[in-house]
């Protein structure tokens, strides 16, 4: 007899559907006999059966196998591992649908969560994470949702933790909790776990009522430890005060009889200290304490030290290339990556079901707007589909297929399908982490905590782990700044905005009159995207630079704008000119604080990196340097030298 070829994709659709709807488990053999497509010899149909079970398993979908009364063993899928049963009201749909709206993990699109939940989202994420080693986080959470201590290694020693908390400063995921071999509250930064991380299954702890959970990381990068606080006086000029003002990081400011204000902070990290006042317009001049200004000036010194005598490893120069890991390129190759996956069974497969809940819980969609949300072009879309309306259950007759109807030509798809398949999909720990952080971000930019969005996260928290509420074990420090709730209500109003703006390019103030168009986060901090009235052109302000906001006139333009890539914190194009660093442990680290999207890291050796940033201004390079100071040097380009170096004599010899 013979047997009509089935698309490998159908076939794991049809496996996974009959497993799902069986009553009872299914032996090789029923699955043979019911299974569309299966042919050839025992042996070639079991490497079949084996080959989907492993790529169902990759998928989340795990197929579990039982021993039989008959002595056989019987193989089935459970909903419950598969389907999310939680019930939300409209109102907890709608918030928590806003919140995805806001988010986008390592360039993933919101409706890959969305769509797990049935939802279709429009329109930009105005917020973006960057979830360094996701899977590492994943598990951090898992581990810290059901009290078990987690093995990993860190600086070459294998620690065991009980996890406290989880948190998000600056753009990076730290994990904060008991060290069991120190006996002693440690904080590790995620992404600098080496290998996999051990859930220790027997392990088990009681997380204690932290009430000093916020103090190993605070706000800003200075303020790290409150049992080590300490105060530094400074005079800064108008244009500086005005930096300083608005920001709010100063304890208190006196404006003295010679137009220089005197400024008071409080802090405990020196390092953190120090580069904020090299991103002022000048250096200020530090009163107290002494040994401040001494290590202040110590740093500038050995800096000026580092460039006279040049010293660097022997760099392979024929290897110096463009760096190509800004988030840009990262985000083009994603969008070909996710083309290139549906090539296989296994990533059409995937796309399927992410695909079923929101075309179910539509009804009838347009193509054009399900391709654009997804991020696939319309005629991958519609071959999926189309391959879909062959899905279905033995006998795979008309009435038992998936009732997909795709109307090309009036952009249209019709859905009607009643399979397990096409219910919302059960979130995983890292989908939880990420709703985790949306809310957070909302809240933040909201300035208030949303109790319908609270109520949803919980439904879903228990909805995974079976238990109470975990908000507490997630903390998000985002750097904002009060200037956002008058944007935010002008790009609610459609309304133009005047602002007072410290650029970090030429270090001075200027006014702009600008349309904004969204606010995002990325490497945590706040960003307003707008486009110039003047000019046209779309730029990008940072937040806590932003001194002032007026409203400005109405703007109906706004409202018909086109929707557009999400803007990026640093204006890098693929003109944009290159500096190569040699930088050492400490180099490295500041630099991932600085620009972490666009750091790239080229070589290693001797405990020694060679990495490379874009030269986005000379200023905001030299600026960068002064920060890295003795711990990194430029390589190769002699004029980015040149004016560095002229600018830290200028400051050795104040």
């Known amino acids: 007899m013979l047997v009509a070829a089935v698309d490998p994709m159908v076939r794991l659709v049809n496996l996974t559907q009959m497993l799902l709807e069986a009553a009872s488990p299914l032996t090789l053999r029923e699955i043979d006999e019911r299974l569309e497509g299966m042919s050839g010899s025992p042996e070639a149909r079991r490497k079949v059966f084996e080959r989907a079970k492993s790529d169902l398993r990759g998928l989340g979908i795990p197929i579990e196998a039982v021993q039989l009364h008959s002595g056989d063993v019987g193989y089935t899928i459970n909903p419950a591992a598969l389907v999310l049963d939680v019930s939300l009201t409209e109102q907890e749909s709608v918030a928590l649908a806003s919140a ?65 908390q989880i948190s998000s400063r600056w753009g990076r995921w730290y994990v904060t909790g008991k060290d069991e071999a120190r006996n002693s509250v440690r904080t590790f930064r995620v992404d600098r776990i080496s290998g ?115 010293r660097c490893l022997n760099w392979d120069a024929e290897n110096f290339f463009p760096a190509e890991g800004g988030v840009e390129s990262r985000r083009q190759g994603h969008r070909v990556s996710r083309l290139n996956g549906l090539e296989n069974a296994k990533g059409r497969f995937s796309l399927l079901t992410r695909l079923l809940p929101v075309l179910q819980s539509q009804s009838e969609m347009s193509i054009s707007k399900l391709a654009l949300s997804f991020g696939i072009d319309k ?13 279905g259950l033995p006998p795979y007759t008309p009435d038992t297929l998936f009732e997909i109807f795709v109307d ?98 030429s270090k001075k103030i200027k006014l702009w009159e600008l349309e904004p168009i969204q606010v995002f986060v990325r490497d945590g901090h706040f960003y307003l995207s707008a486009r110039v009235v003047e000019s046209r052109e779309r730029r990008t302000f940072r937040a806590s630079r932003i001194l002032s906001v007026k409203e400005g006139r109405a703007n109906n333009e706004l409202a018909e704008m086109d929707e557009t890539e999400p803007a990026q ?86």
């Not at 986080?137 to 600086?155: H, L, N, P």
């Not at 932290?210 to 400074?234: H, M, T």
């Not at 933040?444 to 949803?456: F, H, I, Q, R, V």
């Open 100 to 164: 995805l709206a806001m988010v986008r993990v390592e360039g993933r699109p919101p409706s890959d969560l969305a769509g797990k939940l049935g939802y279709i989202l429009s329109g930009n994420s105005s917020a973006f994470i960057d979830l360094n080693r996701p899977e590492l986080v994943g598990v951090m959470y898992e581990a810290a949702i059901k009290a078990k201590v987690v093995r990993f290694r860190y600086s070459g020693t294998v620690r065991n933790l009980e996890i406290y």
């Open 196 to 310: 996999s991380i051990e859930i220790i299954a027997d392990s088990h702890y009681h997380r204690p009522n932290w009430e000093n959970k916020d103090r190993p990381l605070g706000e800003q990068a200075w303020f790290v430890d409150e049992d080590n606080l300490k105060i530094a006086k400074v005079k800064v000029n108008e244009t500086d005060a005005k930096v300083i003002r608005s920001s709010g990081l100063a304890s208190s400011m006196l404006v003295g009889d010679d137009g220089f204000w005197e400024c008071e902070f409080v802090f405990s990290e020196e390092s953190g200290l120090r580069a904020f006042f090299f991103e002022l317009s000048s250096l200020p001049k530090i009163i107290f304490p002494k040994e401040l200004r001494e290590d202040f000036y110590r740093w500038i010194d050995a800096t000026q030290k580092r460039y006279q005598e040049e």
């Open 379 to 391: 005629p991958h879309l519609i071959s999926l589909l189309e391959t879909a309306a062959t899905c």
């Open 408 to 505: 090309v030509e009036n952009d249209k798809v019709f859905v009607d399908v009643d399979s397990k398949l096409a219910l919302p999909r059960k979130i995983s720990y890292i989908d939880a982490l990420v709703f985790r952080f949306s809310a957070s971000v909302i809240s933040t930019y909201l300035k208030g905590e949303s109790d319908t969005l609270n109520s949803a996260l919980s439904k879903l928290q228990a909805a995974l782990i079976g238990e109470e509420d975990a908000r507490e074990l997630v903390s998000v420090g985002i750097s904002s700044s009060p200037q956002l709730d008058v944007v935010r209500e002008c790009i609610a109003k459609n309304r133009a905005v005047k602002i007072e703006y410290f650029s970090q390019s």
């Open 569 to 654: 914190p640093l204006a890098v194009s693929k003109d944009t000119e290159y500096a190569y660093l040699e930088v050492d442990k400490s180099g490295l680290r500041q630099l991932e604080l600085i620009a972490p999207s666009y750091l790239t890291i080229l070589d290693c050796q001797d405990d020694r990196w060679l990495v490379s940033l874009p030269v986005v201004s000379g200023k905001w390079l030299n600026t960068t340097l002064l920060k890295v100071g003795p711990h990194g040097v430029l390589v190769g380009n002699e004029d980015l030298k040149a004016d560095f170096r002229r600018v830290i004599d200028e400051l050795a010899s104040d």
